[in-house]
Each structure stands twice: as structure tokens, then as C-alpha cells.
T-cell receptor, first 115, second 111 residues
Framework: DAGITQSPRYKITETGRQVTLMCHQTWSHSYMFWYRQDLGHGLRLIYYSAAADITDKGEVPDGYVVSRSKTENFPLTLESATRSQTSVYFC??????????????FGNGTRLTVT | KQEVTQIPAALSVPEGENLVLNCSFT??????LQWFRQDPGKGLTSLLL?????REQTSGRLNASLDKSSGRSTLYIAASQPGDSATYLCAVPDSSYKLIFGSGTRLLVRP
């Protein structure tokens, strides 16, 4: 089925561990985004990508790394997880940038707990 | 810096009632505005996208309006149903291809 899938759905890890969250979309959308959602802060952009091999920082990029070697995949890596990174992470994609009239499509999220 | 505000934060209505959700933004120079729905434990689903040149957009029982000059958008839900219970978020692009989201309105439609 066409869509955007995230894995895993749930992840528990320890402080200091490296964790990678996966995101895969089947629409061949150019733009992909990583958001985190926290109570009291709403949705905040971590990183985004306009195309394969093009990435840029969002509002809260510290402690995260992204790559985009293929259009359909946009993994997010926490290099050394901290408790403050406990959150729900959403991947999203769109055919064009947000300034254009292209709806944003979200995955179902990864709930990450750092102990 | 663009800021997006949604009021009220929560709303509870009886089934069948028509209701309005509000969204305001500080910078009126927007390209578009999107309304999303989020069910518990799920991602966001795009409901409506209003282009800056449009005044409103309709999809079924949903109607979204946009008044750029006043920095406001409303989402009107007609004949509400329990299945409409969810959190509704609005979002506008900033100048660099990313969306700024409001904090959402949590809607409960009581049977």
C-alpha cells in the first residue's frame, strides 16, 4: 500500500545508546520531515530534506543526525540518547515544500522512551 | 517569527451540534494554511489546505475559512458526530519550507 511508514512503533533505550528511527514513503515525495511532539511544546521540526542528499536543520536539531541516500528513506539517528529525547517522533512527506500547496502526510509515529 | 495559536484548547459538545474551531497567526504573509486531525496514538491527517488566494475550502461536513488580513482561520464542523472526536491542529508555512503548528484543540463529541 502507498503511504508513509515508521519503524519501530515503540522503542525503549538507555541513556547514551545510539538509536535509529526509520521512515519510508512510497509516493516518491521530494520533501521529508522529522518532527517531535511533546506535551507543552507541540510539534517541533527536527530536520527536513528537500531531496536525496539534501538535508537541513529545523528548530531542534541538536543530538540528532539524518541522512537521505534514497528518495524514499529518511532515517533519524540519536547519536547518544538522553532522557530529554523521550518523545513521540513523526516522519512526514510532501510533494513540494510547505510554501507550496502540497499537503503534508504523516506516519503513525515512533514513541521513544529513554531511561 | 510566525506564531500560531488555537483557542479553545479543549471543547466538548453534544452530538449533532455545529461547531467552530479557531486558529490565529501573527504573520499574515502566508502561502497557505492547513488543518489536520490527530487521533490518539496516531499521526496527523491532512483535512484541508487553503491557498493564500482562497477564502474557504470545503470537504464534506468540514469548511475552513481564511482571513489573511486579520490573521485568522476557522474550521467549521457541521452536524458533529462522536467519530469527529480528535485533536485538530492548524499549521502555516514559515519562509523556509517548514510548517509552524498550533498547539491544537482537543474535541470531544458526546453521544
Amino acid at each position: 500500500d502507498a503511504g508513509i511508514t515508521q519503524s519501530p512503533r515503540y522503542k525503549i533505550t538507555e541513556t547514551g545508546r545510539q538509536v535509529t528511527l526509520m521512515c519510508h514513503q512510497t509516493w516518491s515525495h521530494s520533501y521529508m520531515f522529522w518532527y517531535r511532539q511533546d506535551l507543552g511544546h507541540g510539534l517541533r521540526l527536527i530536520y527536513y530534506s528537500a531531496a536525496a542528499d539534501i538535508t537541513d536543520k529545523g528548530e531542534v536539531p541538536d543530538g540528532y543526525v539524518v541522512s537521505r541516500s534514497k528518495t524514499e528513506n529518511f532515517p533519524l539517528t540519536l547519536e547518544s540518547a538522553t532522557r530529554s529525547q523521550t518523545s513521540v517522533y513523526f516522519c512526514a512527506s510532501s510533494g513540494q515544500g510547505s510554501s507550496y500547496n502540497s499537503p503534508l502526510h504523516f506516519g503513525n509515529g515512533t514513541r521513544l522512551t529513554v531511561t | 517569527k510566525q506564531e500560531v495559536t488555537q483557542i479553545p484548547a479543549a471543547l466538548s459538545v453534544p452530538e449533532g451540534e455545529n461547531l467552530v474551531l479557531n486558529c490565529s497567526f501573527t504573520d499574515s504573509a502566508i502561502y497557505n494554511l492547513q488543518w489536520f486531525r490527530q487521533d490518539p496514538g496516531k499521526g496527523l491527517t491532512s483535512l484541508l489546505l487553503i491557498q493564500s488566494s482562497q477564502r474557504e475550502q470545503t470537504s464534506g461536513r468540514l469548511n475552513a475559512s481564511l482571513d489573511k488580513s486579520s490573521g485568522r482561520s476557522t474550521l467549521y464542523i457541521a452536524a458533529s458526530q462522536p467519530g469527529d472526536s480528535a485533536t485538530y491542529l492548524c499549521a502555516v508555512p514559515d519562509s523556509s519550507y517548514k510548517l509552524i503548528f498550533g498547539s491544537g484543540t482537543r474535541l470531544l463529541v458526546r453521544p
